[in-house]
């Protein structure tokens, strides 16, 4: 298997703009996680999927976050308008809930910068 | 609130001797604990895991002891190699369901020749 596949690997963008990141779970995984890393909060859970629907939203940092999950197959986070707090690594996960439950494989990153 | 948390933000260990990375946890619930290995611009690997049912679980030279009494973790590493120069993290899970990892702010590895 390809492991969980993210794109862009790295973006710049410029203040105000909307960024979307894109994530294709490991096939056959019916839970999908995005993640948020920084030096400061360390490993940070924004939203998880089971089954494409969204089940805690409770760690996304505030409305301009959004996430959707259209079919088993791929994810998008948005951040619409982008701030230069937003920077950070931002990780797709997927896992499969059964004999390894809670395993969760993640993605290479995303490597976002709002300048 | 509950956290999970590393002692040691730094640990230097000579190549070939046998290295401790430790955490501690503070939900009693969490009956399901990872430690993850994340390498210089790539995403957290799995290593090894443990449920709360056990006190120790071994991998290729790797081990995860658990002690529940304190709420502690870590993870042992025999003959460091430099490929184990990382940054480890401890996550813990709990509550019977399968929701997201709850991860501690990570253990840096260093493997000096």
């Known amino acids: 298997d390809a492991g969980v596949i993210q794109s862009p690997r790295h973006e710049v963008t410029e203040m105000g703009q909307e960024v979307t990141l894109r994530c294709k779970p490991i096939?056959?995984?019916?839970?999908l996680f995005w993640y948020r890393q920084t030096m400061m909060r360390g490993l940070e859970l924004l939203i998880y999927?089971?089954?494409?629907?969204?089940?805690?939203d409770s760690g996304m940092p505030e409305d301009r976050f959004s996430a959707k999950m259209p079919n088993a197959s791929f994810s998008t986070l948005k951040i619409q308008p982008s701030e230069p707090r937003d920077s950070a690594v931002y990780f797709c996960?997927?896992?499969?809930?059964?004999?390894?439950?809670?395993?969760?494989?993640f993605g290479e990153g995303s490597w976002l910068t709002v300048v | 609130g509950e956290s999970v948390g590393l002692h040691l933000p730094t640990l230097s260990v000579q190549e070939g001797d046998n290295s401790i990375i430790n955490c501690a946890y503070s939900?009693?619930?969490?009956?399901?604990f990872i430690w993850y290995k994340q390498e210089s611009g790539k995403g957290p690997q799995f290593i090894i895991d443990?449920?709360?049912?056990?006190d120790k679980r071994q991998g290729q030279r790797v081990t995860v002891l658990l002690n529940k009494t304190v709420k502690h973790l870590s993870l042992q590493i025999a003959a460091t190699q430099p490929g184990d120069s990382a940054v480890y993290f401890c996550?813990?899970?709990?509550?019977?369901?399968?929701?997201?990892?709850?991860f501690g702010k990570g253990t840096h590895l260093i493997i000096q020749p």
């Open positions: 996960a997927s896992s499969l809930v059964g004999g390894a439950r809670h395993t969760i494989y």
């Open positions: 096939s056959g995984h019916d839970y």
């Open positions: 999927f089971n089954n494409n629907v969204p089940i805690d």
């Open positions: 939900n009693s619930a969490s009956d399901y």
């Open positions: 443990i449920r709360s049912n056990m």
């Open positions: 996550a813990e899970a709990g509550g019977g369901g399968a929701d997201g990892l709850t």
